[in-house]
Nanobody, 121 residues
Framework: QVQLVESGGGLVQPGGSLRLSCAAS????????MGWYRQAPGKQRELVAL???????TYVDSVKGRFTISRDNAKNTLYLQMNSLKPEDTAVYYC???????????????WGQGTQVTVSS
């Protein structure tokens, strides 16, 4: 079993900052790609940022220059630093990790429970 626990969401004023965390625990042999997704009310879930095990990153255009994705492989933890937040960043944010449970197993996708980010004055 693998558990993902997200934290760090909340209410922030426009221009403010938040840092999201996603900690993985349980039966983990290796973690490959990690990513953050978000889903706003009435909209489909969209990719926000990805990071490979080696640290290569990809961002959706709307967050480039404002958000930074990072990971701590020793702690099996993913982060998203969000600066200069805008009302349109309001959404539930989900982490997604590609995890292998043992040396010969296949890779599986795991999702966090989601954390609400609300940007409003």
């Amino acid at each position: 079993q693998v558990q993902l626990v997200e934290s760090g969401g909340g209410l922030v004023q426009p221009g403010g900052s938040l840092r999201l965390s996603c900690a993985a625990s349980g039966s983990i042999f290796s973690i490959s790609g990690m990513g953050w997704y978000r889903q706003a009310p009435g909209k489909q879930r969209e990719l926000v940022a990805l990071i490979s095990r080696g640290g290569d990153t990809t961002y959706v255009d709307s967050v480039k220059g404002r958000f930074t994705i990072s990971r701590d492989n020793a702690k099996n933890t993913l982060y998203l630093q969000m600066n200069s937040l805008k009302p349109e960043d309001t959404a539930v944010y989900y982490c997604n990790l590609q995890i292998r449970n043992n040396a010969i197993g296949t890779w599986s996708n795991y999702w966090g429970q989601g954390t609400q980010v609300t940007v409003s004055s």
